[in-house]
């Protein structure tokens, strides 16, 4: 069954950056794309970005744009993101989820991981 | 990219239904057949209900259905049930590889 995992939460200070790890199983890591959504405490999903693990190639949001990188190991089959400059307003939980076949034209964002925990505090 | 509107709130009794809608614009929603939907209960993961705005993945009751008109996509759950309690978000492709969510709407099973 495909699974989603990520690393553990993590405390900032403002002005500091957060790298996110994804490790999918049950598919091939290469073969979907995968997508980064975060969330702040009581509010709404938030699209990020999503990077195709075969390529790197990535695309992302224009608000997020110069201070997200998002990055994949294909011999670890692990995904990556980079958030930099962070402020309080980054202050979210961050998922992964896998995003459509990279050889198709489907805009399927399905599989989600069970989020990240970032606080920015001073 | 502006988000998708949807009704902050919605609820129903058990055993009827409720419809929550998400609304764009022709660049999103209007524009392409991509409209999800996901279930999120408190501290928990979004899960897959809807996709392709019609389409159910497997194991998703066929109380949840999906629908559109022009710019706007609704979500129909038939028959409430107690865990049908969540906050559901809409998703649509926005053009040029870009996604958007809507603000999502609690759920509520009197």
């Known amino acids: 069954q495909v699974q989603l995992v990520q690393s553990g939460a993590e405390v900032k200070k403002p002005g500091a950056s957060v790298k996110v790890s994804c490790k999918p199983s049950?598919?091939?890591?290469?073969?979907?794309?995968m997508h980064w959504v975060r969330q702040a405490p009581g509010q709404g999903l938030e699209w990020m970005g999503r990077?195709?693990?075969?390529?790197?190639?990535?695309n992302s949001a224009q608000k997020f744009q110069g201070r997200v990188t998002m990055t994949r190991d294909t011999s670890i089959s692990t995904a990556y993101m980079e958030l930099s400059g962070l402020t309080s307003d980054d202050t979210a939980v961050y998922y992964c989820?896998?995003?459509?076949?990279?050889?198709?034209?489907?805009?399927?964002?399905?599989?989600w991981g069970q989020g990240t925990l970032v606080t920015v505090s001073s | 990219q502006s988000a998708l509107t949807q009704p902050p709130s919605a609820s129903g009794s058990p055993g009827q239904s409720v419809t929550i809608s998400c609304t764009g614009t022709?660049?999103?929603?209007?524009?392409?057949?991509?409209v999800s939907w996901y279930q999120q209960h408190p501290g928990k993961a979004p899960k897959l209900m809807i996709h392709?705005?019609?389409k159910r993945p497997s194991g998703v009751p066929d109380r949840f259905s999906g629908s559109k008109s022009g710019n706007t996509a609704s979500l129909t759950v038939s028959g409430l049930q107690a865990e049908d309690e969540a906050d559901y978000y809409c998703?649509?492709?926005?053009?040029?590889?870009?996604?958007?969510f809507g603000g999502g709407t609690k759920l509520t099973v009197l």
């Open positions: 022709s660049s999103d929603v209007g524009g392409y057949n991509y």
């Open positions: 049950g598919y091939t890591f290469t073969g979907y794309y």
């Open positions: 392709e705005v019609t």
């Open positions: 998703n649509s492709y926005a053009g040029s590889n870009n996604w958007v």
């Open positions: 990077i195709n693990p075969n390529s790197g190639g990535t």
């Open positions: 989820a896998r995003g459509t076949v990279v050889a198709g034209t489907g805009r399927l964002i399905d599989y």
